[in-house]
C-alpha cells in the first residue's frame, strides 16, 4: 500500500475510508483555494488521513497562511516540505506572518523548492525562517552576479545544515564547474560535485 496521499479535487461527502498509514501528502491541481474552500480541505483531510502520522507536506497549490498554519497544527510530525518558491512567499505574506513563520521554523528539517530563485535581498530572512533546516533543495541561476555570495551565506548561516543540492538555470560550462568546485574546495569542511544541472553539496 502506498504511503503517499494525493489531494486534488474533492468531495465535501464525508469518506468511507481513512487511509491511517499516509505519511507523505500532496495537495495539487495547481488551484488557489479560497478560504471556504480551505476550510473544507481541512475537514476532508482530518476525516480522510490521520494527520500525525504525516512527515512529508508537498504543496502544489496555494493555501492561505492560516490554512497553511492550521494544517501544520494537525499535522505535528511534518518535518520535509516541498514547494513552489513563489507559492511559499504568498503564504508566508512575504515573511509576514509570524506565526507561520514560527510554526515553519520549527517544525521544517528538510526544504525543497521548486521554480523561482532565491535573491540576495531576501536571502538573510530566508535564513531567519528557516535556519533549523538540515537538508535544502533550491533553484539559482548560475549567471547570478551574487551566486557565490548568496551560497556562502546559505552554508555559513545555515548551521544545522548537512546537504544542499542546487537546480542550476543557464548553461553549464566546463568553466563554471571547475571554478565552483575550486573555490568550493577552499572550505575543507564542504564537498561538492556536479550531477547534470545540479550542484551537490555535503557538509562534514
Given at each position: 500500500m502506498s504511503n503517499c496521499f494525493f489531494v486534488g479535487l474533492y468531495s465535501d461527502n464525508t469518506p468511507t475510508r481513512k487511509?491511517?498509514?499516509v505519511t507523505s501528502l500532496s495537495l495539487c491541481d495547481g488551484e488557489s483555494y479560497s478560504d471556504h474552500s480551505n476550510s473544507s480541505l481541512l475537514s476532508y483531510l482530518t476525516s480522510t488521513v490521520d494527520l500525525t502520522k504525516i512527515r512529508h507536506l508537498k504543496l502544489y497549490s496555494l493555501l492561505s497562511g492560516h490554512t497553511l498554519f492550521?494544517?501544520?497544527c494537525k499535522a505535528p510530525n511534518i518535518n520535509c516540505l516541498s514547494s513552489s518558491?513563489?507559492?511559499?512567499?504568498?503564504?508566508?505574506?512575504?515573511?509576514?506572518?509570524?506565526?507561520?513563520?514560527?510554526?515553519?521554523?520549527?517544525?521544517i528539517k528538510k526544504l525543497t523548492l521548486s521554480y523561482g530563485r532565491?535573491?540576495?535581498?531576501?536571502?538573510?530572512?530566508f535564513i531567519e525562517l528557516f535556519s533549523n533546516?538540515?537538508?535544502?533543495?533550491?533553484?539559482?541561476?548560475?549567471?547570478?552576479?551574487?551566486?557565490q555570495e548568496i551560497l556562502l551565506?546559505?552554508?555559513?548561516?545555515?548551521?544545522?545544515?548537512?546537504?544542499?543540492?542546487i537546480s542550476l538555470a543557464g548553461k553549464l560550462t566546463d568553466h563554471f564547474q571547475s571554478q565552483t568546485l575550486l573555490w568550493l574546495s577552499t572550505n575543507q569542511q564542504l564537498h561538492s560535485e556536479f550531477n547534470d544541472n545540479f550542484l551537490d553539496i555535503w557538509i562534514t
Open positions: 487511509f491511517r498509514f492550521s494544517l501544520l518558491y513563489h507559492n511559499l512567499l504568498q503564504m508566508i505574506n512575504d515573511f509576514g506572518d509570524v506565526w507561520l513563520c514560527w510554526l515553519l521554523n520549527m517544525m532565491l535573491t540576495l535581498s531576501i536571502v538573510d530572512q533546516i538540515e537538508h535544502l533543495s533550491l533553484c539559482m541561476n548560475m549567471d547570478d552576479i551574487d551566486f551565506k546559505l552554508i555559513k548561516n545555515l548551521t544545522h545544515l548537512s546537504s544542499i543540492r
